[in-house]
T-cell receptor, first 117, second 110 residues
Framework: DSGVTQTPKHLITATGQRVTLRCSPR?????VYWYQQSLDQGLQFLIQ???????AKGNILERFSAQQFPDLHSELNLSSLELGDSALYFC????????????????FGPGTRLTVL | GQQVMQIPQYQHVQEGEDFTTYCNSS?????IQWYKQRPGGHPVFLIQ?????EVKKQKRLTFQFGEAKKNSSLHITATQTTDVGTYFC??????????FGTGTSLTVIP
């Protein structure tokens, strides 16, 4: 158990819909990261937040958005869902801002499996 | 897009055999991290390498960072069934973005 929690564990929805995935980081961790893992694309970095502020963007679609709240939990919003958005979405956290030569250990949550029908 | 290539994609070994996975980049890497993901699980951080030519060991696992900081390897000596999973390398650049390799799925045959 990494200490990172994600809800829900599974989500099944239809194309065109909107969903919200929630992540609670480990106690004391200020950074939150979102990743998408699909069979054909591997583990794709989406976005990083540090203490409520967006700090880095990866391959995140415009239909996706995220935020980190004052209590440090984060939400990933996926809208106008398409079949190709079906994937496992991981949240990870770390104590400090990561990147470059800094110490980059991330603690991953159990993931949310999204199925778009 | 993807900045680190990882090979092989799949590896089947007999228990007790050694295993190696490689990460390669066309550009100089700021650092390299290695993660392990068990089937049905989430990635778990193993180690980070930062210095050119760095070698680190964790029991039967040996991690290397190339002299030119363009490649890295993870070697497991005498594999055990508990080593089963997918091993990912990852790089984080100075822009705080993270790039994961495609992973090597290891199967250990008892």
């Amino acid at each position: 158990d990494s200490g990172v929690t994600q809800t829900p564990k599974h989500l099944i929805t239809a194309t065109g819909q909107r969903v919200t995935l929630r992540c609670s980081p480990r106690s004391g961790d200020l950074s939150v990261y979102w990743y998408q893992q699909s069979l054909d694309q591997g583990l794709q970095f989406l976005i990083q937040y540090y203490n409520g502020e967006e700090r880095a963007k990866g391959n995140i679609l415009e239909r996706f958005s995220a935020q980190q709240f004052p209590d440090l939990h984060s939400e990933l919003n996926l809208s106008s869902l398409e079949l190709g958005d079906s994937a496992l979405y991981f949240c990870a956290s770390s104590p400090r801002l990561a990147g470059g030569p800094a110490y980059n250990e991330q603690f991953f949550g159990p993931g949310t499996r999204l199925t778009v029908l | 897009g993807q900045q680190v290539m990882q090979i092989p994609q799949y590896q089947h070994v007999q228990e007790g055999e050694d295993f190696t996975t490689y990460c390669n980049s066309s550009t100089t890497l700021s650092n390299i991290q290695w993660y392990k993901q068990r089937p049905g699980g989430h990635p778990v951080f193993l180690i980070q390498l930062v210095k050119s030519g760095e070698v680190k060991k964790q029991k039967r696992l040996t991690f290397q960072f190339g002299e030119a900081k363009k490649n890295s390897s993870l070697h497991i000596t005498a594999t055990q069934t508990t080593d089963v999973g997918t091993y990912f390398c990852a790089e984080s650049n100075t822009g705080n973005q993270f790039y994961f390799g495609t992973g090597t799925s290891l199967t250990v045959i008892p």
